[in-house]
């Protein structure tokens, strides 16, 4: 059997005729034809009514800490159980991050610890999608309502999932999703998209993505020149990136349907399994299938089922380790309450390869070699 990857970036077939008529037609230049496309796309697909294309989710949640004027000495809500970007591009504008704990359920932030670690500091909730399972963002939002927070929604893995029918990045003031190689749908290997639900943000949020000038007001004949009038940076993609996402953002419901069947298999087949704790989907949600995990019984069993897997040539991950205890996360961040969950959740969870190229014989194959390592059925 040939050896099964944990990942594979997806390549749906007409990414080439979309680049190719943008190399035609000399749209190359960040925010032409097809970023428009995409963003439209977004707007009447999943009601994400303002949206921008980014070079990356990481760009897009620099952006956000610009846009909600965060400073030295600021406060910003997040789990520790995160990417590292979650956390760096509020630390870039001198936040001191607070992490708190996360819902075993679905190893997003646990919304009932929130509140004891707001103070009259506190700028920001951010939010993770993790899995693309959305965070209880009832509460979240209510919360921040009540205390005048802005709510960031970290939806990198969440593209085409929804929380009670709605889609996820459509909830928090802004929301940033990937296009990385590693994600359900990509702009060819890097990309992103910020989207900017509050319509306060929104004028900012244009000259911030146009280094700090008020250029999109120029083109549309707004002002006579255009100007530096704030903070910015250079947020825009190249159209290669775009064009190659719209290629699949066309096949959307392919590639959403494709995932979710390896997921339910996943999941039919792990069911009843002794010793495995299976991810599980909320029922407010309808997930993505960006990623299928187990929890396992502790760390060390965890190095022995990649090592058993490793010998049936399937490559399998753990995944983030918890913020607070890294390098960095010492220097720029405080855990506030018990680490109840983060730290030995983390240690247990394994990821399955799960990427639109997997078939079903694979994941029957993958499940069939997991279980071989408690049966001893080598
Ligand atoms: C992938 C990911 C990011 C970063 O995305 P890039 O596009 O690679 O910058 C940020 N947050 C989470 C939760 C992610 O999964």
Request: proline share 3%.
């Amino acid at each position: 059997m040939n050896k099964i990857p944990f990942n594979l970036p997806l390549v749906i077939g007409n990414e080439l005729s979309f680049i190719e008529e943008a190399l035609k037609n000399k749209e190359l230049i960040g925010d032409g034809y097809y970023s428009k496309r995409c963003q439209e796309w977004f707007k009447d697909n999943l009601g994400l009514a303002y949206s921008f294309m980014v070079p990356n989710c990481t760009q897009a949640l620099e952006m956000a800490a610009i846009l909600l004027n965060i400073e030295n000495g600021d406060e910003v809500i997040m789990p520790s159980y995160t990417f590292v970007s979650t956390a760096n591009a509020f630390v870039l504008r001198g936040a001191k991050i607070r992490f708190i704990d996360v819902n075993p359920e679905t190893m997003n932030i646990d919304d009932g610890l929130i509140e004891s670690a707001i103070t009259d500091k506190t700028k920001a909730i951010v939010v993770v999608h993790y899995a693309g399972i959305s965070c209880n963002m009832n509460n979240v939002i209510a919360i921040a309502k009540k205390n005048n927070i802005k709510v960031v929604e970290d939806a990198a893995q969440a593209l085409g999932s929804k929380y009670n029918s709605k889609s996820l990045g459509s909830f928090g003031d802004i929301a940033c999703f990937s296009f990385h190689g590693t994600k359900n749908y990509t702009s060819g290997g890097e990309g992103g998209l910020v989207v900017i639900n509050n319509p306060e943000l929104l004028e900012r949020a244009e000259i911030i993505r146009e280094k700090g000038t008020n250029r999109s007001k120029f083109y549309r004949g707004q002002v006579d020149k255009y100007n530096w009038v704030d903070l910015g940076s250079s947020y825009l993609p190249s159209e290669i990136q775009s064009s190659y996402l719209l290629a699949q953002l066309e096949n959307f419901d392919l590639i959403n349907k494709k995932r979710n069947e390896i997921w339910n298999k996943y999941y039919s087949r792990l069911t009843g399994v002794l010793h495995l704790e299976l991810m599980n989907i909320p029922r407010e949600n309808e997930s993505n299938g960006h990623l299928f995990y187990v929890k396992l019984k502790d760390e060390s069993e965890r190095s022995d089922i990649i090592k058993h897997l490793n010998e049936y040539g399937i490559s399998s991950a753990f995944h983030y380790v918890p913020l607070h205890s890294s390098q960095a996360g010492k220097k720029y961040s405080d855990f506030i309450g018990a680490d109840k969950y983060t730290t030995v959740d983390s240690e247990r969870l394994l990821r399955l390869p799960l990427y639109y190229d997997l078939t079903i014989e694979q994941v029957d194959y993958i499940c069939d070699s997991l279980i071989k390592f408690w049966s001893g059925n080598v």
